[in-house]
Each structure stands twice: as C-alpha cells, then as structure tokens.
C-alpha cells in the first residue's frame, strides 16, 4: 500500500489534484462571466430589485475569489506564508458558504410563510454551520511542501468538523424546504411528479451542491495527506 505521507507521493498527488482544479476553476471562472447578464438586468430595471441580490452576488464573488486563490498556489513559483494563504482561501471560500446557506434559509422562511419554529430551526441551523467553518479557521494550519514549494493542510482532520456539520446542516435546511413546498403543492391540489418538481423548484442542484461534500469527507475521514484533501491551500 502508497504510503500517501511520503514526499514522492504528496508531489505525485499534488500535480494530479493540480490538473483537476484547473480544470474546475476554469469551469467556474467562465460560468461566473457568462452569467453576468443577471445583475446586470438588475441594474439596468430589467428584473426587479430584490435585496437578497446582494447575497447571490457575495456568493459568487467570493466563490471567484476563492478559486483565484487557489490558482495562485497552484501556479506560484517561489515559496510564500502558507498560513496567510490558507487564511484568505478559507474565508473566500467559506464567506461563499454561509451566503448561500442564507440563500436557503430565506428561501426555507418563504416557503413556510415566517412560521416561527421553521424560522428558529433554520436560523439555529445556518448559525451551527457558521460556528463550524470558525471553528475551522482558527484550527487549520498550512504548512510549505519541500518537494514542489507549494502549501498544503498538515492537520486535516480538523477540518473534518466543519465539513460534516456543513453536510448535515444543508441537508436538514433542504429537507424542511422539500416539506414546505410538497406541503404548499398538495395544499393546491395534488402530490407532483417528484422528478419534475425537483427540476423545476431548483432542487436538483441544490442537491447535487451538497452531495459534493461527501467525497472530501471520505478523504478526511481516510486522512491520507493534506494534498488530496481539495487543493492545496486547503479550501473547502
């Protein structure tokens, strides 16, 4: 069996991790781009204002600047303060986080028409998660490879808190929100076609967003080497 500790295989890893991300943060990069169109039509009257605008575009923004630092580890040539870096990634990455969940949670209140122990629940809910991707910040550490000069996370278990508490608090926020709307859809008569009112309710990748934790969980849990974990500064 690998020894996944060993200096050879991180910097084996690390150019395979590498060539994924480049890959997906570029997916990204043009998605973001292409779908400025948004608040652009916001801004021009186009579509009405809504304030939770701003916490669609924090998202994104701090989705893309994320994914910025990122390619800068990845990419960098000479050595640099590992620790500085992982901070800056991990509060892009998990400013992206907590917005979105906000997202949900508004949208969870909407659905359930304010009622106070859905709106307790989901609150309590997002601010569980929030305590969680702290809790990360202050634990995690990076440390500078000396096979490639890049960072990586040398505690990664640490983080493995926070990405269980991330998964099961999006799935307890999109299970009342999946109540709520088969609620309001059988209160207007009748039980939906599952499948297509996932699709049509956004659901569906809402889903698929949050199943993606569950790879870099099992890789936590495993505890192979920091590399593997996502990147190499550690985001999440």
Request: aromatic residues 12%.
């Amino acid at each position: 069996m690998a020894n996944y500790h060993d200096p050879a295989v991180i910097a084996q890893d690390f150019w395979t991790v590498a060539k994924f991300w480049h890959v997906v943060d570029g997916l990204y990069i043009w998605e973001f781009f292409t779908t400025l169109d948004y608040e652009a039509s916001v801004i021009q009257g186009r579509r009405p204002y809504r304030w939770t605008i701003w916490l669609y575009s924090l998202t994104r923004v701090a989705t893309l600047m994320a994914v910025v630092v990122s390619m800068i580890g990845f990419d960098v040539t000479t050595p640099i303060n590992c620790q500085l870096w992982i901070i800056f990634e991990l509060i892009f990455s998990f400013t992206a986080v907590a917005a979105g969940s906000m997202l949900i949670v508004i949208r969870v209140i909407a659905i359930w028409n304010r009622n106070r122990v859905v709106s307790v629940i989901a609150i309590s809910t997002w601010a569980t998660n929030i305590a969680a991707l702290i809790h990360s910040i202050v634990l995690l550490h990076s440390v500078s490879s000396p096979v490639n000069d890049t960072c990586y996370m040398s505690n990664t278990l640490a983080s493995k808190l926070n990405l269980m508490t991330s998964l099961a608090t999006d799935i307890v926020l999109l299970l009342i929100m999946l109540v709520g709307l088969l609620r309001w859809r059988l209160q207007e008569g009748g039980m939906p076609n599952i499948a297509r009112f996932l699709w049509t309710q956004g659901l569906i990748w809402l889903l698929i967003a949050t199943f993606s934790y569950v790879p870099t969980v099992v890789f936590i849990s495993l505890n192979l080497n920091g590399i593997l974990l996502s990147n190499p500064s550690g985001g999440c």
